[in-house]
């Protein structure tokens, strides 16, 4: 059964760090590319960063700079680093796994590009 299951989040101060997980189970992450989304209250998703097989790595500009997204292939499992944490990156943090390659930032924010979800990990950055 192909599964995502996303862990790692938690309530942290401004400027704070979290990392993320998304372990995946019943198929290879290795073949596939890799996105971060969130969703805050009352908003839309909105897509956080994507890692494509080859390890191409791309942010949206909310992030680039304070996040980090990367792959170990022998746990199954990718990861989002998460620096200088702000209020307005409180979310629920979903990741989402696709066959095909992302070849831009375009693609890899896309929601219809991937095939498999996670249920999603709260983020909450708060004083």
């Known amino acids: 059964q192909v599964q995502l299951v996303e862990s790692g989040g938690d309530l942290v101060q401004p400027g704070g760090s979290l990392r993320l997980s998304c372990a995946a189970s019943?198929?290879?992450?290795?073949?596939?590319?890799i996105g971060w989304f969130r969703q805050a209250p009352g908003k839309a998703r909105e897509g956080v960063s994507g890692i494509n097989s080859d390890g191409s790595s791309y942010y949206a500009d909310s992030v680039r700079g304070r996040f980090t997204i990367s792959r170990d292939g022998a746990k199954n499992t990718v990861y989002l680093k998460m620096n200088s944490l702000k209020p307005e990156d409180t979310a629920v943090y979903f990741c989402a796994a696709a066959q095909m390659y992302g070849g831009n930032w375009f693609i890899l924010s896309g929601e219809s590009f991937y095939d498999y979800w996670g249920q999603g990990t709260q983020v909450t950055v708060s004083a």
């Open positions: 019943g198929f290879s992450l290795d073949d596939y590319a």
